[in-house]
């Protein structure tokens, strides 16, 4: 079976020496008073002074053969990380620009900052993604924009194929969050992340319903129970000969393809009809795999991701029942809509047996967590040394995938205490994103950061350069903080 996903729209960026005489061309500015061009006629670069000193941003100089955009970078005073996320969002409105007058390609040319220059063109890439595959006049709809080129002396190849490797990977798990159901079931998400795999240099393995009986995985039988369609188990790993880390960076993502809420069945308003989006964490721990390969990273990663819809059908599993998890803890099932935390024990058990330098999972676990951030972080927790919480942080601040800390407490653990069992798997009404995250550390011996991106993943409305739909929350932040971790060495 060959991907049925789309490739990223941008699928060219290259770094020049000079641009082409009728390319055209997106000036970059950040001192609007040393400003000069030899693109632009001492009539034009006039025309633009005029314009900047009435504190216009984006000006265009139609050249007839080609047009000149000039986008003036503001920086925010103390403030780097709004300072980089204003450049994505110029990206974007720029890329709107671009596709309006059908340019197939613009080559970016650098009068300012190397890093204001790189989120200016990541936010023009991934503002231009879009999600065609079902629409059936594709070709008409495409954007233009097809490829983007850059000249500065201060920007380095590795740079501008770091950018590329990152978006396209944050585009890949955008086309996973945005298929439905009717394609994507348990089966062929794995598929999916083995053609990633085969695609950026990793392995991929996947165990099928009886591997996965075998190994006892109770949580992600049970909450397979009420489907037609067989679970899935993948395993990813990336393992380059010359890894800094000999215990491995493991990634977990919860793949719960679609999400009725089992017995405990969702309003469908508002809720149960964008439930597609519930793998998100799975695809961001593949999409992610996958940038660390394709960039030949010097880190050994390994991806889990366990994969299962929810359905009130069949034999499935009801609010009452006692489950054994693979971990051999036993949980009283008091809510079946809190069904991720249940296959997600399952995988965090089994990373165990990698002995992991540090486990990070992902996924779209509970409304708690959209109503305490929103739409604008990722709800984080976790019980990692602090050097490690405060380095996620900095990659969160960097990419504005800003991660909102909750605390850890043991106390919380009284909420999830059951009558008849080891656990139960909800803990009621207060602090339900914490009690959630208490719950999966019980199946954990090692150095643990929960990422609940419930309000993040899936956007209902335009966000900038995050679209519509699903956004491919989470890639470019791990993308970050692997880069980070590979410059510290040891």
Request: hydrophobic fraction near 40%.
């Amino acid at each position: 079976m060959r991907s049925k996903l789309q490739d990223i729209m941008i699928t060219s960026v290259k770094l020049m020496s000079t641009p082409g005489k009728v390319d055209h061309l997106l000036l970059v500015v950040n001192d609007k008073e040393t400003f000069k061009s030899t693109f632009l006629t001492p009539e034009e670069q006039l025309f633009v002074r005029d314009k900047l000193k009435e504190k216009k941003s984006q000006i265009v100089i139609n050249q007839y053969k080609r047009m000149i955009y000039i986008q003036l970078l503001t920086p925010v005073a103390n403030n780097s990380s709004k300072s980089l996320e204003n450049c994505r969002k110029a990206g974007a409105q720029l890329a709107a620009r671009f596709n309006a007058a059908g340019h197939s390609s613009v080559t970016i040319v650098d009068h300012g900052s190397a890093d204001y220059l790189l989120a200016l063109a990541e936010g023009i890439i991934l503002a231009n993604y879009q999600f065609l595959k079902y629409r059936t006049d594709k070709k008409k709809e495409a954007n233009s924009l097809k490829s983007l080129s850059i000249v500065s002396n201060k920007v380095k190849k590795q740079d501008v194929d770091y950018l590329l490797t990152v978006t396209q990977a944050t585009c890949k798990a955008r086309d996973l969050v945005n298929e439905p159901q009717s394609y994507l079931n348990a089966t062929v998400l794995s598929h999916e992340f083995k053609l990633l795999g085969k695609e950026a240099g990793f392995k991929t393995q996947v165990f099928d319903k009886k591997k996965i009986a075998a190994l006892k995985m109770g949580g992600l039988l049970a909450v397979n129970l009420g489907s037609i369609q067989p679970p899935t188990f993948t395993v990813m790993e990336y393992k380059p000969a010359k890894a800094i880390n000999k215990k491995p960076i493991v990634l977990v993502g919860k793949g719960v393809v679609y999400d009725t809420g089992g017995m405990s069945l969702k309003p469908t308003a508002n809720s149960m009809d964008y439930m597609k989006c519930d793998m998100g964490g799975g695809a961001t721990v593949g999409a992610a795999l996958f940038a660390a390969a394709k960039a030949k990273l010097p880190l050994y990663i390994v991806g889990l991701v366990p994969a299962t819809d929810n359905r009130p059908d069949g034999d499935a599993y009801v609010p009452g029942d006692v489950i054994t998890m693979m971990s051999g803890k036993t949980v009283e099932v008091l809510n079946t809509d809190a069904e991720g935390r249940l296959i997600l024990a399952d995988a965090l058990h089994y990373a165990k047996r990698y002995n992991p330098e540090l486990v990070i999972e992902f996924s779209t676990l509970t409304g708690s967590a959209a109503a305490t951030l929103g739409h604008y972080g990722i709800v984080a927790m976790g019980n990692a040394p602090e050097n490690v919480r405060n380095e996620l942080i900095k990659s969160g601040e960097d990419v504005y995938e800003r991660l909102g800390m909750m605390p850890f407490w043991d106390e919380y653990n009284e909420l999830l205490k059951s009558d008849i069992a080891d656990l139960k798997n909800i803990g009621g009404a207060n602090a339900g994103a914490i009690t959630a995250g208490k719950f999966l550390e019980h199946f954990t011996d090692y150095p643990f950061m929960h990422m609940d991106i419930a309000g993040p993943a899936f956007s209902k409305s335009n966000d900038s350069y995050r679209g519509k739909n699903g956004t491919g929350v989470g890639v470019r932040l791990l993308f970050n903080y692997f880069l980070r971790r590979a410059a510290a060495g040891k």
